[in-house]
Nanobody
Framework: VQLQASGGGLVQAGGSLRLSCVVSKGTFANYAMGWFRQAPGKERESVAVVSRSGSITYYTDSVKGRFTISRENAKDAVYLQMNDLRPEDTAVYYC??????????????????WGQGTQVTVSS
């Protein structure tokens, strides 16, 4: 399974970005998908996770109401719409894939498949 993330960039506080992650060499519908981030000097954390069906989503508290994760199985893609961005959202963002959304949410270090990171920088 290969994951290709895109959509990062530099934005001012209050702005928006949309991250995309396309999956290849695997059956997309078989995997829960998530977005994770890692800031300098910090551990990688779960930001948002969506179940295989798309019916269940999890968000870390700091992004609730601002970020939305969605998946489009017909395009083998998962998205992260990020609104009202804050400087503390600055990090390298990674998409990940694994079988269980709950485990991905709580134990990001166990996620099996990773895309390359995409940098998100929010200026104040």
């Amino acid at each position: 399974v290969q994951l290709q993330a895109s959509g990062g960039g530099l934005v001012q506080a209050g702005g928006s970005l949309r991250l995309s992650c396309v999956v290849s060499k695997g059956t997309f519908a078989n995997y829960a998908m998530g977005w994770f981030r890692q800031a300098p000097g910090k551990e990688r954390e779960s930001v948002a996770v969506v179940s295989r069906s798309g019916s269940i989503t999890y968000y870390t508290d700091s992004v609730k109401g601002r970020f939305t994760i969605s998946r489009e199985n017909a395009k083998d893609a998962v998205y992260l719409q990020m609104n009202d961005l804050r400087p503390e959202d600055t990090a390298v963002y990674y998409c990940g894939a694994d079988l269980d959304a709950w485990t991905m949410r709580n134990s990001p270090e166990t996620v099996k498949f990773w895309g390359q990171g995409t940098q998100v920088t929010v200026s104040s």
